[in-house]
């Protein structure tokens, strides 16, 4: 009985010596703990940054390349080659990783859906330029304040086409319907050597003060439909041609390399390299330069007001009757513009133009490329966001038809 009665009085022992040894780090826990908060609160600030940063490095490195196409351009000599090179490689390597990771089926099946064709053509083309003369024609009651080719400019950039290779990247990257983006583009890219002129000259015949400037339309054509027509068959459909071969090919390599090894990253290098070509062309040409600062600003945020707005118009009347990833597609195609096309367009359309007007009139199309892209790049962010319960949704119907065919 006396050992039964010690034993249990050991543990108390051992507890209170050991109590007594972790008095100090007791004593020490205050600032343990604070130290704990402070690096708490820092990590909390410092996570959603790092977070941003990687998720976001195509927006940190876009705006690194336009400081640096700023200060260092390719010498003029060598532009016309660089703008080939750039125009074909990159968009090539584009759509031959789109037509790689892009089923067949669905592709084929988007370009039978007529009434979205009908919807976003007619918001790109027709939607956009109304609007964009209205804004001109309301801020060209002074003669004083804005340079009328900076004007002219603007109503040009309104009638161009929505681009390809940043809608495609940026639908993808925003879990949007890739497919239905590849299709609108094609389609708008094919139409506007046709509309933009027409939809220029029925803007500019109105006899507006701004348009006493410009020279007789040249209306050689021929030579941007065969430029535009050429650049599409030879970077755009043939790629994507060829990679839906390689896909249906090896369709076990193929989904190995774009989508574990994630080489699909190399369509954001791409469209990366496109946009420093534009900068570093209009940097390069004296364009900025050549413009009053006060109209530069009002460039800026016309932009921005444009494209909110064609973006809101958009996603309201999509949301009424699309599925959520048509409707990520349609925003990203309806509001973009493409210096692309428009820059030769403009180039093209009239005959005696000096360089400097001819840069003016550019302006207008490079601020807002740049603008949708670093929006765009944003958007995504939230467009992924708001689609997510809808993909859990349909991941977990796929969950279901797989036991059902296991049963």
Partial sequence: MAISQILPARPERVGNKQASEDQPSEKQNPKNSTEGQKNSRVKMYIDPVVW???????????????????????????????????????????????????PTKVLLANYSRWKIHLFVQIQCFLMTSATTFGIVSACAISKTFMDPWLLIGMIFAGCVPTTISSNVVMTRQAHG???????????????????????????SSTG??????????????????????????????LPLFIGQVVQNLFPGPTKKVFTDWKFSKLGSLALLTIIWQTFDQAFGSGAFNSVKRDNMVFIVF????????????????SLMWLPKQDVIACCYCCPAKTPAMGVPLSSVMYVGLAAANESKIQIPMVIYQAFQIAAGSVLTIVFRKWIRPAE???EEKRKEVRERESV
Wanted: net charge neutral; with cysteine; hydrophobic share 50%.
């Fill in 177 to 203: 319907n890739t497919a239905l983006t590849v299709v609108q583009s094609t389609l708008g890219n094919f139409l506007g050597p046709f509309l933009t002129p027409a939809l220029f000259s029925m803007y």
């Fill in 302 to 317: 016309i932009s921005i007001a444009l494209f909110t707005l064609w973006l809101s118009v958009c996603f309201a009347t």
């Fill in 52 to 102: 941003f940063l990687q998720d976001q490095w195509f927006l940190t490195t876009l705006g690194i390349l336009i400081a640096i196409s700023s200060q260092v351009q390719v010498p003029p000599s060598h532009q016309h080659i660089k703008e080939k090179i750039v125009t074909y490689l990159t968009v090539s390597i584009i759509f031959f990783i789109t037509g790689c990771t892009l």
């Fill in 208 to 237: 507006a003060w701004y348009t006493h400037v410009l020279p007789s339309a040249g209306g050689a054509y021929s030579e941007i439909y065969r430029r535009v027509f050429k650049q599409l068959g030879l970077s755009l459909f």
């Fill in 392 to 394: 859990e949704m349909q």
